[in-house]
């Protein structure tokens, strides 16, 4: 199983960015993949998530109306968009997967690399 994500950067407040998680070595369709992020001196916390199979999607309060998580099964790609960024979604931004349907649960089997997201006020 492997997961590359990308798209990250530096943007100003209100700007938007679109994180791309591709996967491989597995049931693309059948697995949910989520985002999650870190930022320096605090805990991973979920950000989204998806099944495609079902196209069932779950945000993060923090979120809501802001990001928006999508799925490609012929690229094995799960995207998310995320508009009107502000300073606090500064973190590195990490794409998982698994099996079973987590949701924002942190106990996803397999996590990619990280790419950073700096918003600056």
């Known amino acids: 199983v492997q997961l590359q994500a990308s798209g990250g950067g530096l943007v100003q407040a209100g700007g938007s960015l679109r994180l791309s998680c591709v996967a491989s070595?597995?049931?693309?369709?059948?697995?949910?993949i989520g985002w999650f992020r870190q930022a320096p001196g605090k805990e991973r916390e979920a950000v989204s998530c998806?099944?495609?199979?079902?196209?069932?999607?779950y945000y993060a309060d923090s979120v809501k109306g802001r990001f928006t998580i999508s799925s490609d099964s012929a690229k094995n790609t799960v995207y998310l968009q995320m508009n009107s960024l502000k300073p606090e979604d500064t973190a590195v931004y990490y794409c998982?997967?698994?099996?079973?349907?987590?949701?924002?649960?942190?106990?996803?089997?397999?996590w990619g690399q990280g790419t950073q997201v700096t918003v600056s006020s």
């Open positions: 998806i099944t495609s199979s079902s196209g069932s999607t």
């Open positions: 070595g597995f049931a693309f369709d059948d697995y949910t």
């Open positions: 998982a997967a698994d099996s079973t349907p987590l949701g924002l649960s942190p106990l996803y089997d397999y």
